[in-house]
């Protein structure tokens, strides 16, 4: 954001922007989105994101973590994939890639 303003005031200041594109060495299709928008415009999805593989999956995973939150000793987020992969095919009769 810091260098999203110092671009903007150099250019307005009459700095070209060519000459604000080398000296803050950034490309010069950044200097122009940055004089087009006053603020930053962010991250923008163009589509929606698919996961073939994981989609069947979802709605347990999701399961599990509604109904055991409380219960939880590890966040969701430190659960390893191979601890993932084994409650999917205890729950679900798929042979899983990560026995123990």
Not at 85 to 96: A, D, E, H, K, T
């Amino acid at each position: 954001m810091e260098l999203y303003l110092k671009v903007r005031v150099a250019c307005d200041g009459g700095m070209s922007q060519r000459e604000a594109s080398k000296h803050f060495g950034i490309s010069r299709d950044t200097v122009r989105k940055m004089m087009t928008y006053s603020v930053p415009p962010g991250y923008r999805r163009r589509a929606l994101v698919r996961r073939p593989k994981l989609e069947a999956f979802i709605p347990i995973i999701d399961g599990w973590l509604v109904d055991h939150v409380r219960y939880l000793v590890r966040r969701a987020s430190d659960w390893m994939l191979s601890d993932l992969c084994l409650r999917i095919s205890q729950n679900v009769n798929v042979v899983s890639p990560h026995r123990r």
